[in-house]
């Protein structure tokens, strides 16, 4: 191994390691501060399931990023050239990253990781390197994400207000809505994972046995078995949390508290089969330089070494430094209540999926942050911490910038040094 293809490594896990303390608050921030559980807890579970989800199912990203963004086509004669614009990459956004973690912003690392490709492009080849449509697609989805989630929020918050808590028998009607609680919460969860996870078994049915199902059926029979399931412990929990008769409990909370901490634990495992591509596709693209001594093409192997690298990065990062970020999602914004929570997850959820579906570039953060203040919207105007908004809101706007001037500048003094 090139010492050059070990430093890249450890940048690869830094980069991992401030995206884990950053972005791993999209799926927990919401659930600790509504107390649905602990920071350790949420340290845990998130580091299980973001784990998980990198290492299974984090190459597709990684090969997206590693050769879609900056044409590689264009360093065909020049390999060494990617080399260094790659080292950059991951130099400037984890410098951003680590930033905006130490003051407990909630930032996009995918924007960070684009904006400093495009900065060391512009460098290296011209102007007419970067992919304008790609950052206008970015741009379009920081006004967009916030706004969208945030009416989704609102709307899923009214009608839990409207139905369930404002009725004059609540344990009443949330017994009778908690199939359609678990219908929605399965389908949209569902939808991000289960295709993902049974596509595997789809082929191993058809290849062995010759069973030629639609690919959507067995994910859409686990999904119906899993509402089913779901509803059935749900109720049998309402029952027990009644039965606890304390004035200092509130039954329908406590069970929003389950619903929420299944909606995180969705959340995390996809952010971590997405995001991981934002630490490692350099180091992929770098390694297969290395190995081929070419620069690749339109696909790209992902060493499973790499991808447990970024996963580990990730976890580490969420433990010890994922606190602040956490903290500004989950209790600096508005104060939460499990109901409010799982509203807000739910349409981080309904937003990323849609945008997904449209091939739109969006950002979890933002789409957490505007669900997060619509259910303030919602609940009360002035509950609404707008100095923690103003801080959240100059940090998204700068990602792109700052990251590609960051990334100018390191690509030009690296190459001046003929390094």
């Keep these: 191994m090139s010492i050059t293809l070990v430093i890249v490594v450890l940048l690869a896990f830094y980069v991992a390691f401030n995206l884990g303390a950053n972005d791993v608050a999209n799926a927990m921030g919401t659930s600790v501060g509504s107390k649905a559980v602990t920071l350790k807890q949420a340290i845990i579970i998130a580091g299980i399931l973001e784990f998980t989800g990198a290492v299974l199912f984090g190459h597709e990203v990684?090969?997206?990023l590693g050769t879609k963004i900056a044409n590689p086509a264009l360093f065909t004669n020049t390999p060494q050239t990617l080399v260094i614009g790659m080292v950059t990459v991951l130099l400037a956004s984890g410098v951003w990253l680590q930033i905006a973690t130490s003051k407990g912003l909630p930032v996009s690392s995918s924007h960070a990781v684009v904006g400093a490709i495009a900065g060391f492009s512009w460098v290296a080849l011209g102007i007419e390197a970067?992919?304008?449509?790609?950052?206008?697609?970015?741009?379009?989805?920081?006004?967009?994400?916030?706004?969208?989630?945030?009416?989704?929020a609102a709307s899923f918050y009214s009608v839990i207000q409207r139905w369930i808590f404002s009725q004059p028998h609540p344990l009443t009607q949330i017994q009778e809505w908690i199939p359609w609680l678990s219908t929605l919460l399965i389908s949209v969860f569902g939808i991000i994972v289960l295709?993902?996870?049974?596509?595997?078994?789809?082929?191993?049915?058809?290849?062995?046995?010759?069973?030629?199902?639609?690919?959507?059926?067995?994910?859409?029979g686990i999904g119906a078995v899993a509402a089913m399931g779901l509803t059935i412990i749900s109720w049998r929990q309402l029952n027990?949390?009644?039965?606890?008769?304390?004035?200092?409990?509130?039954?329908?909370?406590?069970?929003?508290?389950?619903?929420?901490?299944l909606s995180a634990c969705f959340v995390a495992f996809a952010h971590g089969s997405n995001d991981v591509g934002n630490a490692i596709a350099p180091l992929a693209v770098i390694a297969h330089i290395n190995h081929t001594h070419s620069v690749p093409s339109h696909d790209i192997s992902i060493p499973i070494w790499i991808l447990i690298l970024g996963g580990a990065g990730i976890v580490a990062g969420l433990a010890i430094w994922g606190k602040k970020v956490i903290t500004t999602i989950g209790e600096n914004i508005i104060s939460l209540q499990p109901s409010s929570g799982f509203c807000a997850e739910l349409a981080t959820a309904t937003t990323i999926l849609v945008a997904s579906?449209?091939?739109?570039?969006?950002?979890?953060?933002?789409?957490?942050?505007?669900?997060?203040?619509?259910?303030?919207?919602?609940?009360?105007?002035?509950?609404?911490?707008?100095?923690?908004?103003?801080?959240?809101?100059?940090?998204?706007l700068i990602t792109v910038p700052v990251s590609a001037a960051v990334s100018a500048i390191i690509f030009t003094t690296i190459k001046n040094l003929n390094f």
């Design 130 to 152: 970067i992919d304008w449509p790609s950052i206008g697609l970015i741009t379009i989805g920081w006004i967009l994400t916030p706004v969208i989630s945030g009416a989704i």
């Design 240 to 261: 027990q949390y009644q039965m606890a008769n304390s004035p200092l409990f509130n039954p329908i909370e406590a069970l929003f508290a389950r619903f929420q901490l």
């Design 62 to 64: 990684t090969e997206t």
């Design 357 to 396: 579906r449209l091939g739109l570039p969006v950002s979890t953060s933002h789409a957490l942050v505007g669900g997060v203040v619509g259910i303030g919207l919602v609940q009360n105007l002035k509950s609404i911490k707008f100095q923690t908004l103003q801080g959240i809101a100059t940090a998204w």
């Design 195 to 220: 295709p993902t996870l049974t596509h595997p078994l789809t082929q191993f049915l058809t290849n062995q046995y010759g069973f030629h199902l639609p690919p959507q059926d067995i994910a859409i």
